[in-house]
Every structure is written in C-alpha cells, then in structure tokens.
C-alpha cells in the first residue's frame, strides 16, 4: 500500500502538464494566424474604380446594351438635327426700316399786312386775306416697291387755296400778319426680309423714299403804340 500511495502525486501532475501544452499550442497558433492570413488569396479584396476613358476603352464606346443599333443610330439624328439648316417661312415681305432728316430751312415769314392804331379806341375789323398752302409728295429709290412705300407714307398730295381772317386791333397797338411756308426733306428706308424656321430672318434687299413735306405757318405779331 505505501508503494501505490508514492505514485498518486505524479499522476496529479499529468494534468497539469497537458493544460499547460495546450495553452502553449493556442498561444504559437495566434502568432502564426496574420501569417497564414498574409498568404491567403485575396479574393475579398475591395474594387479599384476606374476612369472613365478606361471603361470607354473597355467597354468599346456601350454602356448599356450593345447589341442593337439605338445607341449609335441616336447619335447620328443628333448630328442631323445640328447641321440641318433652317427653312424658309412664308415669302419675302418689305418693311419700314427708319427714317433721317434730310433739309429742315429755317424759313422766315413774309410780312402780308400790318397796322398802327395811334387812338384811344379799338380800330376795325380787318379783313385779311392769304394763300394757305400745304404739299407732301415722295419719290421711290430703286428696289422697293411703290405699294410699299404708298402703305406707309400715305399718298401724294398738294393744296392751295386762299385763307381769310378777321382783325380788331385795340387802342395804341401795332398789328403786323406773316405768313410762312416752311417744308422738310426726309429719307424714309425700307428692307426686304425672309423669316426662317429657327426665327430668324435675313435681310435679302434695301430700298429707299424721299419726302417733301410742306405746310403754311402763319404769325401775328403785335406791339405798344407809344
């Protein structure tokens, strides 16, 4: 019995021997892991992007379906549309373009009648007679039509006939009646348009009017009497 009791303490250390191997094998396997995981294909690794002349030349040009001619046949409508040239709208048409000033004479009037009343008291009435006159006519350049310019202008004419009016003058007063013809020379400009598609238009011809305007401007002037 004493001999069995001698071997009881080695068969107590046993145990603790193995649990100290197995800590020692745990510990060496943590060590080796990042190595082994180095080695390991990289089969989780994250997507690089890439360019997008990269994915042209990958992908030769299709980003979606390839197959079918949609893509290429878009493309080609495009660059009809952008070098498709307007069309014409309607026909060519004339228009009142603006006008400058020719001639404008300053132009003084003619004395027609005058008279001194030196009394104390109204004198009259007077009868004085006058030639009320007034003139407008234009003359067509080249190209533009003469309906054109006869819409706008309106059309010729000329009057002259005679004009009478009535004067009192008062007391110590002076009368003097000036009659006047003044006129203007203008220059009226016109263009021929075409209109297109995209609205815009084009000016395809010029054209030009000249106007005579006269009319009568009449001028009483009157004074003190010393």
Not at 54 to 69: F, I, K, N, Q, R
Not at 136 to 161: C, D, H, K, M
Not at 190 to 203: L, M, N, P
Request: proline share 6%; hydrophobic share 35%.
């Amino acid at each position: 019995m004493q001999a069995i009791w001698s071997q009881l303490p080695s068969r107590r250390i046993a145990p603790k021997r193995t649990a100290l191997l197995v800590a020692l094998l745990l510990l060496v396997s943590q060590l080796l892991w990042p190595l082994t995981s180095l080695a390991a294909p990289a089969s989780d690794a994250a997507l690089i992007p890439i360019t997008g002349a990269e994915l042209v030349t990958v992908l030769g040009g299709c980003w979606s379906d390839c197959d079918g001619d949609d893509g290429g046949s878009s493309g080609s409508e495009e660059e009809e549309e952008e070098d498709a040239q307007p069309t014409k709208v309607g026909s060519p048409y004339w228009s009142y373009a603006y006008r400058t000033l020719i001639e404008r004479p300053d132009v003084a009037g003619d004395l027609i009648w005058q008279r001194i009343n030196s009394t104390d008291s109204p004198w009259g009435p007077f009868e004085v007679s006058y030639q009320y006159r007034e003139k407008f006519n234009w003359s067509v350049g080249a190209s533009v039509p003469r309906s054109i310019v006869s819409a706008q202008l309106g059309s010729s004419y000329e009057t002259s006939r005679t004009e009478t009016v009535s004067f009192t003058i008062p007391a110590k007063t002076y009368y003097k009646f000036f009659v006047a013809y003044p006129y203007e020379r203008w220059r009226y400009y016109f263009k021929e348009y075409q209109d297109y598609s995209d609205g815009t238009r084009a000016v395809l011809d010029t054209g030009s009017a000249t106007v005579y305007d006269l009319w009568t401007r009449t001028n009483l002037v009157q004074g003190l009497v010393n």
